[in-house]
């Protein structure tokens, strides 16, 4: 997949021109006419006819910057903390696509601009109209809120200037709207596709780290990644082996570690040089590449960017000067090397640039004595913390020792007589999971299957499935009860793909198997075969079967009497949720008003169950019932009456 500017921002444009040949003396036929010249064809770049919103245009958000699962894919524009500005068409078109929903974008509307490009609108609070009424008719037709609908080319016909929608804060966050420029599955930097933002502040440099990628490289004596903020003077660090670099950089003043990033962050050091350029990213191909590119837990966990990717793969935003077949970003340094300088850049679409310079200097080794057999057999159980390293190292820190890290090399394993591709210490014991090995069944019909496509490095992962009474459950919400232990898959790396997991089911009415994240247990699924569950994840951890003993709590709200004015209605009956066990089932929850059934949003950040028509029912009383289930299978009912003046 190319990353060059021309192959993925651009379409050149082609002026195709048939000139008149001048005819031979020797000839007496009259030349021909020349031939018109074909249209010129609009640049991809070319810039937008309108403004998506009443300008000024203020970006919230940013694109490629981090989020969980996946990019941002264009940038968030603020609406003051309201809802309800109008949306306009920056280009004429038609509406290909329109989608409602309780996460992610929520309602969301997708235009096709006449010259091929594809914008997208999202967390709208209202659509105008009529696809308002389309919408909302499929909605109580089939008495379900989430829709992804598709309408034929000639159904909605949109004008330069048209106005299509209202800002919102549906799916995801406070009051703002989201605004993507896409090409086929390609989201693109929208200032690199046509979209004009005021941009007058440089990017900053806040922060370099430096990670030992082996068991003979330190930092600063340590084989613990080291973090130097930037102050007035340029950091110097004294290395000795292989590192990467993790810089975090952001676009604009600094403001936390999750904000927007520059379009270009770029480390040189003499002839070397890698960088991460945020031009275009795939929605259907690169998307697992965030937790590679960022830093969201596997080194320090502050979301810098990690300037490195392992030989054979190219994460789309990291290039680099080295050779596919080798690793880039890695940053080595022998015995009697002289200093070298990194050179930091971070540079925004308007040109601004930020700089920052790193001196390194040759260092010494401080290699700490471990026992690996003694860490495989007490595992994380004994509290050893992990972290996987590139080609199957491990950075251990032992427990009870603050600060004490080494690493084990890849030849510690054939130390104890295993096969290459895995290491088993008991039937319920610890086990190690190779690059090379597809799976691995322990004897309690635990099946885990991790080929090296569902990774991005060659990376081994530690499997604990037991003995039980050595693990403790991390502590689950008063829902969730019976906990047993699974399995343990360790650490939490970024995966590529998915794990496909076989666990032993109870067989105990509404249990289901939680992975236990930062957050704490959240659902993962019940889906069985035979008497096993058969389930995929993509992220690492404690994997656990609960039983969700509670159905969803519901208050019921008194809604307006009388309708608000605007230029669309917001009059709503609500019902707030409590759900702390497996989550809402937002398809099978609705209400049903006056004997019919409606669609009814499930909001998971107000915890809100909405019904929200194009316009309020006839005056008088009117009853209703609220209808709830989990992911579990709980299911509540609660029935209430309203009246409207």
């Known amino acids: 997949m190319s990353h060059g500017l021309g192959r993925t921002i651009l379409l050149s444009l082609v002026l195709v021109v048939a000139a008149a040949a001048t005819p031979a003396k020797s000839t007496k036929r009259t030349p021909a006419a020349p031939k018109p010249s074909a249209p010129a064809a609009k640049p991809f770049d070319a810039p937008l006819q309108k403004s998506p919103l009443t300008p000024p245009l203020v970006v919230t958000g940013g694109f490629g910057e981090y989020r969980v699962g996946h990019f941002h894919a264009g940038f968030d524009f603020g609406t003051g903390g309201k809802v309800g500005q109008p949306v306009f068409a920056p ?3 038609h509406v290909e696509r329109i989608r409602a929903s309780g996460v992610g974008y929520g309602r969301s509307v997708y235009l096709r601009t006449h010259d091929g490009r594809l914008i997208q609108f999202g967390h709208l609070d209202a659509f105008a109209e009529p696809m308002a009424s389309y919408v909302r008719r499929i909605q109580d037709s089939s008495g379900v809120y989430e829709q992804d609908l598709w309408p034929e080319a000639s159904r909605f016909p949109i004008k330069l200037g048209q106005r299509i929608a209202w800002t919102g804060e549906s799916g995801a966050g406070g009051p703002h709207m989201h605004f993507e420029i896409r090409r086929g599955d390609m989201a693109y930097q929208p200032q ?14 806040a922060s370099i780290t430096l990670e030992p990628l082996d068991d003979t490289s330190y930092v600063e004596r340590s084989a613990a990644p080291v973090t130097r903020s930037f102050g007035a003077k340029p950091e110097t660090l004294r290395v000795i082996g292989r590192v990467r670099a993790i810089v975090a950089a952001r676009d604009g003043v600094w403001s936390g570690v999750d904000r927007m990033v520059p379009w270009v962050t770029r480390m040189a050091w003499g002839e070397e040089w890698v960088e991460c350029r945020m031009d275009s990213i795939s929605w259907a191909t690169d998307m697992s590449e965030g937790d590679y590119v960022y830093d969201a837990g596997r080194v320090i966990g502050e979301k810098g960017i990690v300037l490195w ?50 001196v390194i200097l040759e260092g010494e080794a401080k290699p700490e004595k471990i026992d690996p057999l003694q860490i495989l057999k007490g595992g994380i159980a004994a509290g050893y913390r992990f972290t996987a390293l590139p080609y199957s190292y491990f950075r251990v820190t032992s427990p ?6 080494a690493v084990l090399a890849p030849k510690w394993k054939t130390q104890f007589g295993g096969k290459p591709t895995s290491i088993g210490l ?40 037991g003995p039980r009474d050595s693990l403790e459950l991390p502590p689950a919400s008063a829902e969730l009860v019976q906990g047993t232990l699974l399995a343990v898959l360790w650490p939490r790396e ?27 247990w959240s659902w993962v699924g019940d889906t069985k075969k035979g008497n096993a569950y058969d389930l995929t994840s993509g992220t690492l951890g404690w994997f656990a079967e609960f039983v969700d ?15 608000t004015p605007g230029a669309y209605s917001r009059w709503a009956v609500e019902a707030g949720i409590v759900e702390k066990g497996s989550g809402m089932n937002a398809r099978a929850s609705y209400m049903v008003v006056d004997g019919k059934k409606v669609a009814a949003e499930w909001d998971p950040e107000a915890d809100v169950l909405r019904w929200r028509p194009l316009k309020p029912p006839a005056p008088g009383t009117h009853r209703y019932d609220v209808i709830v289930e989990d992911r579990a299978g709980n299911a509540t009912v609660r029935s209430g009456t309203f009246v409207l003046d």
């Open 91 to 93: 280009l004429a078109g």
């Open 192 to 205: 690199r596709a046509g979209l004009t933002v005021k941009d007058d502040r440089a990017p900053s440099i």
């Open 309 to 358: 990717a392992s030989r054979g793969f190219r994460p789309r935003f990291i290039r680099s000067s080295a050779p596919l077949a080798q690793e880039a970003g890695t940053i080595q340094v022998r015995r009697g090397d002289g200093p070298r300088t990194l050179k930091l850049e971070a540079r925004d679409v308007a040109g601004y640039v930020a700089r920052r310079k790193v």
């Open 400 to 405: 009870g020792r603050s600060g004490v890290t």
């Open 426 to 465: 008991g039937g319920e014991g610890l086990s190690v999971v190779d690059a090379e090995s597809h799976s691995v069944t322990q004897p309690v019909r635990i099946g885990i299957a991790l080929p090296q496509s569902a990774r991005f490095d060659s990376s081994a992962y530690l499997l604990q499935t």
């Open 494 to 520: 970024p995966l590529r793909g998915r794990a496909q997991l076989t666990f032993p089911a109870s067989g105990k009415p509404h249990s289901g198997v939680y992975r236990n994240d930062e957050d704490g």
């Open 549 to 563: 003993t509670l159905a969803p709590r519901i208050s019921l709200h008194t809604p307006r009497r009388t309708a």
